[in-house]
């Protein structure tokens, strides 16, 4: 905390404050990112937790997964709502939103 108050570096901005910006000036966290942008700030040691918890255990297929998928999609990020998920399973399922969207999914 050896910090000192100064004035908020945004041009123009009196406002004292200890950080680089005063609280109307902080950059947005993941501001110019897209789809990660609804990811949590702790996601990654969040990711962590979900996949130790189950083994990397695919939920899908039972097969080693070592990525996290929503089980309802949204942004629900309740270790609940998270499990682990396979590649093959994780692109089937991704595929298969992307077919629907383009109509053409079933063979
Ligand atoms: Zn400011
Ligand atoms: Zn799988």
């Known amino acids: 905390m050896g910090r000192k108050w100064g004035p908020c570096a945004a041009v123009r901005c009196p406002t004292l404050t200890s950080d680089t910006y005063c609280e ?3 950059p947005v966290p993941y501001a110019t990112s897209t789809r990660r942008s609804r990811l949590p700030v702790d996601w990654p ?3 962590q937790f979900v996949l130790r918890r189950d ?6 297929c039972g097969s080693y997964g070592n ?4 089980i309802v999609a949204g942004d629900n990020h309740h270790p ?3 499990a ?10 991704s595929g298969h939103e992307g077919g629907i969207a383009q109509g053409r999914y079933r063979p």
């Open 45 to 47: 040691r969040l990711r």
């Open 24 to 26: 109307a000036h902080k």
């Open 55 to 60: 083994h990397f255990t695919c939920h899908l």
């Open 84 to 93: 682990p998920i396979c590649l093959v399973c994780d692109r089937r399922k």
């Open 80 to 82: 609940d709502n998270l």
């Open 67 to 70: 990525r996290v998928d929503h």
